[in-house]
Antibody
Framework: QVQLQESGPGLVKPSQTLSLTCTVSGGSIGSGGYYWSWIRQHPGKGLEWIGYIYYSGSTFYNPSLKSRLTLSVDTSKNQFSLKLSSVTAADTAVYYC????????????WGQGTLVTVSS | QTVVTQEPSFSVSPGGTVTLTCGLSSGSVSTGYYPSWYQQTPGQAPRTLIYGTNTRSSGVPDRFSGSILGHKAALTITGAQADDESDYFCMLYLGSGISVFGGGTKVTVL
């Protein structure tokens, strides 16, 4: 069974770049078939899809975040990462990484989530 | 901008049946949107319930079922139990790699 674990700073200053990494175990990112995904949830709010990356490096971004967002993948470490630039308090959220089945368009495995607070 | 709509809240009696819906701000939901449903309790990551409109994820009880009702996707809980009290989110695939979640429905069992 695939397991995902987010890691990264829990506090980021406004205007800086938020960086998170998701480590995958129980499966290989490089084997294909999955899109490696980020989702966030603002405090007390709903879920927001951020973007996906395939092992080849192909990416799909939420249009509302595209100008600030970079996803990357490191198949040698079985990790994928998120960078969100120029953050504001509105980017304070729990960030989840998840796997999306390629041909079924749903998230099957989720990380436990990590809270990132943007504050000076 | 396409908005995915869900009822804000529902209340159901233990043993009762409740149907949550997932619509589009413009247009109808069909199987081609690959509706999926997720259950979330406070402080926990979402749990996948249904994908591809009506396929239950592994380990999900058969009291949860998905369908298309009219012009919306639907999640029905039949024989609600106390631990079904959760937030439920639907997600639609809009094409071109874009997925959108609904705002979620808070289900209370009482």
């Amino acid at each position: 069974q695939v397991q995902l674990q987010e890691s990264g700073p829990g506090l980021v200053k406004p205007s800086q770049t938020l960086s998170l990494t998701c480590t995958v175990s129980g499966g290989s990112i490089g084997s294909g078939g999955y899109y490696w995904s980020w989702i966030r949830q603002h405090p007390g709010k709903g879920l927001e899809w951020i973007g996906y990356i395939y092992y080849s490096g192909s990416t799909f971004y939420n249009p509302s975040l595209k100008s600030r967002l970079t996803l990357s993948v490191d198949t040698s470490k079985n990790q994928f990462s998120l960078k969100l630039s120029s953050v504001t308090a509105a980017d304070t959220a729990v960030y989840y990484c998840a796997s999306r089945r390629g041909s079924y368009y749903y998230f099957d495995y989720w990380g436990q989530g990590t809270l990132v607070t943007v504050s000076s | 901008q396409t908005v995915v709509t869900q009822e804000p809240s529902f209340s159901v009696s233990p043993g009762g049946t409740v149907t949550l819906t997932c619509g589009l701000s413009s247009g109808s939901v069909s199987t081609g949107y690959y509706p999926s449903w997720y259950q979330q309790t406070p402080g926990q990551a979402p749990r996948t319930l249904i994908y591809g409109t009506n396929t239950r994820s592994s380990g999900v009880p058969d009291r949860f079922s998905g369908s298309i009702l009219g012009h919306k996707a639907a999640l029905t809980i039949t024989g609600a139990q106390a631990d079904d009290e959760s937030d439920y989110f639907c997600m639609l695939y809009l094409g071109s790699g874009i997925s959108v979640f609904g705002g979620g429905t808070k289900v209370t069992v009482l």
